[in-house]
């Protein structure tokens, strides 16, 4: 069974980075590679929201209220990937959660992410 483990969350001033991390512990080497991935984002009494994709051959997608801002990449071989998040915004306050984009993964527990203005 596949575990998700989302890590580098924390409080940050408005204008702050963070670098999130997502691990998928127990993932096929092979699915992992073919998988197009995702970092995903939940704000208080707001539905769960996709904001970075990346498909199995590299190139990314991204919601309009973080494009130019955040930036997605993976590592196949540790089977991991990552969230570059720069000029943070108060609207970007949420906990970060990471999945592939299609046949989830069961959910992790998510990085809560604080942008204090």
């Known amino acids: 069974q596949v575990q998700l483990v989302e890590s580098g969350g924390g409080l940050v001033q408005a204008g702050g980075s963070l670098r999130l991390s997502c691990a998928a512990s127990?993932?096929?080497?092979?699915?992992?590679?073919?998988?197009?991935l995702g970092w995903y984002r939940q704000a208080p009494g707001k539905q769960r929201e996709l904001v970075a994709r990346?498909?199995?051959?590299?190139?990314?997608n991204y919601a309009e209220s973080v494009k130019g801002r955040f930036t997605i990449s993976r590592d196949n071989a540790k089977n991991s990937w990552y969230l570059q998040m720069n000029s943070l915004k108060t609207a970007d306050a949420a906990v970060y959660y990471c999945n592939k984009v299609t046949s989830s993964w069961m959910w992790g527990q998510g990085t809560q992410v604080t942008v204090s203005s």
């Open positions: 127990g993932a096929s080497g092979f699915i992992f590679r073919i998988s197009d």
């Open positions: 990346i498909f199995s051959g590299g190139s990314t």
